[in-house]
T-cell receptor, first 113, second 115 residues
């Protein structure tokens, strides 16, 4: 298996622009997690899905952030409008029901100028 | 409120020595405690994990020690090698009823193994 796939790997955008991050979980996994990593706050859970349904979005920082999972093999995290403080590395991870092990993707490094 | 506290922030160990990283948690509902290893530019990779029904788990050179009453757990790396130089994160999660909830991470420990 190719593991969790994220795109793009790097994104540079200007403040106010819309940003869309993409994730393809490992085939057969039915849990999908979005995390954000910054120097100041470390690794934080943003939202997670089970069988494409959002279960806990309490970590989403504000209404500018939204996430969707239209099918079992694809998820997006959207920021609109983006702000410089959104600059971070965003990770997607997946696991399957009954197993706690989460497998992380390589991340998307977002820079908002 | 930081639910998982990790120490030290950074650690330098000589090759062949033992690296020890400690974590403490507050939420008694946590029932899964993994350790992740992260190299620069990469995503975190699961290293080893433990459930609270055992006090120790060993996989190769890596050992987790778990103290439920003290709400503490630690990672021991025996015979530390330069290739172990990375950032290590402890984490914890609860049981959502079928799989784990999202992970709550410690702030990380930057480990350097000197040759």
């Amino acid at each position: 298996d190719a593991g969790v796939i994220q795109s793009p790997r790097h994104e540079v955008t200007e403040m106010g622009q819309e940003v869309t991050l993409r994730c393809k979980p490992i085939s057969g996994h039915d849990y999908l997690f979005w995390y954000r990593q910054t120097m100041m706050r470390g690794l934080e859970l943003l939202i997670y899905f089970n069988n494409n349904v959002p279960i806990d979005d309490s970590g989403m920082p504000e209404d500018r952030f939204s996430a969707k999972m239209p099918n079992a093999s694809f998820s997006t995290l959207k920021i609109q409008p983006s702000e410089p403080r959104d600059s971070a590395v965003y990770f997607c991870a997946s696991s399957f029901d009954g197993n706690y092990e989460q497998y992380f993707g390589p991340g998307t490094r977002l820079t908002v100028t | 409120q930081q639910q998982v506290k990790q120490s030290p922030q950074s650690l330098i160990v000589q090759k062949g020595g033992i690296s020890i990283i400690n974590c403490a948690y507050e939420n008694t509902a946590f029932d899964y405690f993994p350790w992740y290893q992260q190299f620069p530019g990469k995503g975190p990779a699961l290293l080893i994990a433990i459930r609270p029904d055992v006090s120790e788990k060993k996989e190769g050179r890596f050992t987790i020690s778990f103290n439920k009453s003290a709400k503490q757990f630690s990672l021991h790396i025996m015979d530390s090698q330069p290739g172990d130089s990375a950032t290590y994160f402890c984490a914890a999660s609860t049981d959502s009823g079928g799989g784990a909830d999202g992970l709550t991470f410690g702030k990380g420990t930057h480990l350097i193994i000197q040759p």
